[in-house]
């Protein structure tokens, strides 16, 4: 019933996204992640499917149910989040990265559980994971990235300089020191930031209702690109 309420203005665009935290094993019962429940990239999925586009979820592990009509790809590690996205990267006309992934993995997981006794737990030797986003950002073709910034401080800053280092068309910036908006709960309140130099604050919202303003100017990005 939703749906036929919904208009299908995405009907024939295939929507890609990421969310949720990754995990990078350290042995089989430990391992280390990002804070994210998923909530964001879920809602964007949803609003798009609803909205007549074919969806792509690859999703870190989270708690939250399968939209309805969306093709959900389960990763754990950073390393297997790129496995999934960037062979689905050329089909996708709008690609949505709120996945929080983790910046580093440990550089060998323990096929044993470590024992606190035996084995030396107090150092955890860390390698970089890919920058899954980066690499989205230096393919060719006309695909419409957004990019997410989860920011304590500096936030126009460090949101712009992701903007462009990435090669994004949009950034969405959230400030992660407020407990009413962001992490874990229903409501975001965010700021965008346009590769064109343009920004809008948006108020505090569901994510749902987000998520379609998102969809809305990810869709007016992809019809200038494409003319
Ligand atoms: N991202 C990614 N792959 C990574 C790290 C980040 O694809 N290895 C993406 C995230 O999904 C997000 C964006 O890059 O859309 C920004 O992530 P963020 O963690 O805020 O930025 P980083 O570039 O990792 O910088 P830092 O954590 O140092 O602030
Ligand atoms: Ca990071």
Do not use: H, W
């Not at 609003?47 to 959900?72: D, F, K, M």
């Not at 462009?164 to 910036?173: E, F, G, H, P, R």
């Amino acid at each position: 019933a939703l749906k036929l309420l919904t208009p299908q203005d995405l009907a024939g665009e295939t929507v890609l996204v990421t969310a949720g935290p990754t995990r990078e094993e350290i042995d089989p019962v430990r391992y280390i992640t990002n804070r994210s429940s998923g909530k964001m990239g879920y809602a964007i999925a949803r609003a798009a499917r609803l909205r007549g586009a074919r969806v792509t979820l690859v999703s870190g592990p989270t708690c939250l149910p399968v939209p309805r009509g969306v093709e959900l790809v389960r990763v754990g590690s950073a390393v297997e989040m790129r496995e999934a996205v960037l062979p689905r990267a050329d089909g996708a006309g709008i690609i949505f990265k709120a996945a929080a992934v983790a910046d580093y993995r440990p550089t060998v997981r323990a096929s044993q559980k470590l024992k606190k006794g035996k084995d030396d737990l107090s150092r955890i030797e860390l390698e970089r994971n890919p920058d899954i986003l980066a690499e989205l950002g230096r393919l060719p073709g006309g695909r419409v990235l957004v990019g997410f910034a989860a920011e304590t401080d500096e936030l126009e800053a460090n949101a712009t300089a992701k903007l462009s280092a990435k090669n994004l068309d949009l950034i969405v910036a959230n400030d992660v020191t407020r407990e009413d908006v962001g992490f874990d709960v229903d409501t975001n309140e965010v700021r965008l930031f346009f590769a064109d130099g343009r920004r809008l604050d948006l108020a505090k919202m569901s994510k749902f209702e987000l998520a379609g303003e998102l969809l809305d100017q990810a869709l007016a990005l992809k019809k200038q690109k494409t003319g």
